[in-house]
């Protein structure tokens, strides 16, 4: 059973720090696509960063470019992203999120197949951002 458990959350001020992690289990092979995605209350989720596990390449939304840091352990299986110079904006349920394909599609709202690229994902995690 694919089981996909984030950790890490928190409350904190703006400018400040936090790392998130995925622990990852239960997959006989290893997806193609790792990826943090976040849902603030009334908007619609939100790709933040994702990380193709076979060569380490990464992407992320333009609004945490240079502030955020997706990476894997592969020996572990855990996803980490490293959030810092946090702004209330960044307010939201994170979640880590396991899928195949293309690795921007979630990425890319109103795409053909964007909502429905997610094949597993985790309860998500709460990051509160005060002013």
């Known amino acids: 059973q694919v089981q996909l458990v984030e950790s890490g959350g928190g409350s904190v001020q703006a400018g400040g720090s936090l790392r998130l992690s995925c622990a990852v289990s239960g997959y006989t092979y290893i997806p193609n696509c790792m990826g943090w995605f976040r849902q603030a209350s009334g908007k619609e989720r939100e790709g933040v960063a994702v990380?193709?596990?076979?060569?380490?390449?990464?992407h992320y939304a333009d609004s945490v470019k240079g502030r955020f840091t997706i990476s894997q352990d592969k020996a572990n299986h855990t996803v980490y992203l490293q959030m810092n110079s946090l702004k209330p904006e960044d307010t939201a349920k994170y979640f880590c999120?396991?899928?195949?394909?293309?690795?921007?599609?979630?990425?890319?709202?109103?795409?053909?197949?964007?909502?429905?690229?997610?094949?597993?994902w985790g309860q998500g995690t709460l990051v509160t951002v005060s002013s």
């Open positions: 990380i193709y596990t076979g060569g380490g390449t990464t």
């Open positions: 999120a396991a899928y195949g394909g293309s690795c921007l599609l979630p990425f890319l709202p109103g795409y053909p197949g964007a909502d429905d690229a997610l094949d597993a």
